[in-house]
């Protein structure tokens, strides 16, 4: 069973930072591809950065290219979100993701399995 578990959401002013953690369990993590999204209140849950099993692709959502960095540690089945340059646009629940199917590169329309979420705010 995929257990997936968000921490290191919260509060920060404007241009702050914070890095998120997802543990991972239930399943061989690093055959997966993993994700991030969020979703603020009255919007659409948005793909923000996703990473290939084994680190050698990453991709980013336009709006957090080169503020935010996806990385993964397969050792400690664990992903993590470096945010900086935080705005308050942020602002949203943060979910990590992992892909559908093991071993390939996923779209963002390709994650089955989700954690309950992380509050990020950021205050201007």
């Known amino acids: 069973q995929v257990q997936l578990v968000e921490s290191g959401g919260g509060s920060v002013q404007a241009g702050g930072s914070l890095r998120l953690s997802c543990a991972a369990s239930g399943y061989t993590y690093s055959a997966y591809s993993m994700g991030w999204f969020r979703q603020a209140p009255g919007k659409e849950r948005e793909g923000v950065a996703r990473?290939?099993?084994?680190?050698?692709?990453?991709a980013y959502a336009d709006s957090v290219k080169g503020r935010f960095t996806i990385s993964r540690d397969n050792t400690k089945n664990t992903l993590y979100l470096q945010m900086t340059s935080m705005k308050p646009d942020d602002t949203a629940m943060y979910y990590c993701?992992?892909?559908?199917?093991?071993?390939?590169?996923?779209?963002?329309?390709?994650?089955?399995?989700w954690g309950q979420g992380t509050q990020v705010t950021v205050s201007s």
């Open positions: 993701a992992a892909a559908l199917r093991p071993g390939t590169w996923t779209t963002w329309s390709s994650f089955a399995y």
């Open positions: 990473i290939s099993p084994l680190s050698s692709t990453v």
